[in-house]
């Protein structure tokens, strides 16, 4: 494998922004020239860090590249500061997250380096607020993912409100959506866009995990018995004797790779 630690301005953050990328090894049934003219281009995860983290959190807490190189599979880390993967409009100047991700980080990685842009080789996954940054592109962004894997988290009714009090990063939200209602029809409300597109066909096939020990797991159940009701489809999978934790994320991240149908040859993708 190859690991790359990439630097670039950003038009969408308006900063350097800095992205760890994993490409495959040739193959090595191919000689070197025949690898550089053969255009072949491969299956991408988009792997998003939780809070406090950055684009280093997946390659150093997680064994991501032996994985990435058994599937044959290009892995996408950027860094999301602690935006949530949202746009910023009411407390910065031109941090658009949200925007920087779709807009301009990955048609960057399809035509710089050999990854598919094709919805049946792109998948998405992210742990904790990586987990809510995968719901939002995955639900907004349905065409542009085969499927999602959700690692301790999901989505959250009316901003994960604390009883009658938003706590404060949720009134951080919803503060800047613009206010509750603004929060509530907008791309950030996740629970919304589940009620919305439930039964969906063309929503990307969806994988959540969490651990019985994780202080969401209430939320998880809640949402787990929520999308039963309105025929939300997703694979849902709870663990004994894990927390927030990375021994469980370098676990779950296997089980998503399975989920999407990697195999070690990276051929056998069922979307």
Request: some cysteine; glycine content about 8%.
């Amino acid at each position: 494998m190859a690991l790359l630690q990439f630097n670039f301005e950003s038009q969408y953050l308006n900063n350097n922004h800095e992205i760890s990328i994993i490409l495959p090894d040739k193959p090595r049934e191919l000689t070197p020239a025949e690898f550089y003219g053969s255009g072949k281009k491969y299956k991408v995860l988009w792997l998003l860090h939780g809070t406090f983290g950055d684009h280093s959190d997946w390659i150093r807490k997680s064994n991501i590249e032996l994985y990435a190189c058994e599937k044959d599979l290009i892995v996408v880390m950027p860094s999301g500061l602690n935006a949530n993967y949202a746009n910023w409009e009411h407390f910065s100047i031109g941090y658009n997250m949200y925007d920087y991700f779709t807009e301009e980080l990955m048609p960057l990685v399809y035509n710089w380096f050999p990854a598919s842009d094709k919805r049946e080789d792109n998948f998405i996954a992210g742990l904790s607020m990586g987990g809510s940054g995968t719901l939002v592109y995955a639900l907004n962004h349905p065409e542009k993912f085969a499927a999602a894997a959700v690692l301790s988290c999901c989505p959250f009714e009316a901003g994960f409100s604390n009883g009658e009090e938003l706590d404060e990063r949720s009134k951080g939200m919803v503060e800047n959506r613009g206010g509750m209602q603004a929060y509530l029809d907008s791309y950030e409300n996740t629970w919304g866009l589940c009620d919305k597109l439930a039964g969906d066909p063309s929503l990307p096939k969806f994988y959540f995990a969490i651990g019985k020990e994780d202080f969401l797991y209430q939320h998880y159940l809640h949402f787990k018995e929520h999308a039963g009701q309105i025929g939300f489809e997703a694979k849902f999978e709870e663990f004994d004797g894990y927390r927030h934790e990375w021994r469980f994320w370098d676990l779950t991240i296997q089980r998503a790779l399975t989920f999407f149908g990697l195999d070690e040859s990276g051929a056998g993708n069922p979307f």
